[in-house]
């Protein structure tokens, strides 16, 4: 089946350092890759996404692109504030018939910023 | 502006206890989705809808079961509940590749 795999956390940086987390995925087809961020005490929200491979996803200074010979989409940021702390979610949705939009999560990163 | 509506932000409720959570959408969309989310372990799907009446069941169904009687609600029924069901749970619903979800529901079971 499906499955998404993160760098294991948690992250810890500097303010304005660059931030890299890895992601990588196992999924048949041809899935479309997501990031989501949690703000602390708050639901999932979108951060950027791909659809297909060589796309890349970008939003608020994050970008990812979507790499299938390494079957990977890494999130990373040149200079991270500490509002940026959060746990991010790696997530594929699989382009077949019967997905019916499901989405398959990675198990999440911690990430803090200090000042 | 889309929105996820759950009920209930933070809950406490003995072992036994039937609990409903509920969550309702006002975007009209046709998949509507049940997660739990555990540290470490990221999101797992409990159930999905993909129409009125309609359910599937995800990865980790047992213990619970959902109700989806109209299309804006979804509700997760857990229908003896056991302190291992201890857990943030969130409500999505979904648009072509854009998945929305609620704020989630701290759930304690004592």
């Known amino acids: 089946g499906d499955s998404v795999t993160q760098m294991e956390g948690p992250v810890t940086l500097s303010e304005e350092a660059f931030l890299t987390i890895n992601c990588t995925y196992t999924?048949?087809?041809?899935?479309?890759l997501f990031w989501y961020v949690q703000y602390p005490g708050e639901g999932l929200q979108l951060l950027l996404k791909?659809?297909?491979?060589?796309d890349k996803g970008s939003n608020k200074g994050f970008e990812a692109t979507y790499r299938k010979e390494t079957t990977s989409f890494h999130l990373e940021k040149g200079s991270v504030q500490v509002s940026d702390s959060a746990v991010y979610f790696c997530a594929l949705k699989n382009a077949g018939g019967t997905s019916y939009g499901k989405l398959t999560f990675g198990q999440g990163t911690i990430l803090t910023v200090h000042p | 502006d889309v929105k996820v509506t759950q009920s209930s932000r933070y809950l406490v409720k003995r072992t036994g206890e039937k609990v409903f959570l509920e969550c309702v959408q006002d975007m009209d969309h046709e998949n509507m989705f049940w997660y739990r989310q555990d540290p470490g372990l990221g999101l797992r799907l409990i159930y999905f809808?993909?129409?009125?009446?309609?359910?599937e069941k995800g990865d980790i169904p047992e213990g619970y079961s959902v109700s989806r009687e109209k299309k804006e609600r979804f509700s997760l029924i857990l229908e003896s509940a056991s302190t291992n069901q201890t857990s943030m749970y969130l409500c999505a619903s979904s648009f072509l590749d854009t998945i929305y979800f609620g704020e989630g529901s701290w759930l304690t079971v004592v």
């Open positions: 999924a048949t087809g041809y899935p479309s």
């Open positions: 791909a659809t297909k491979a060589d």
């Open positions: 809808s993909y129409d009125v009446k309609m359910k």
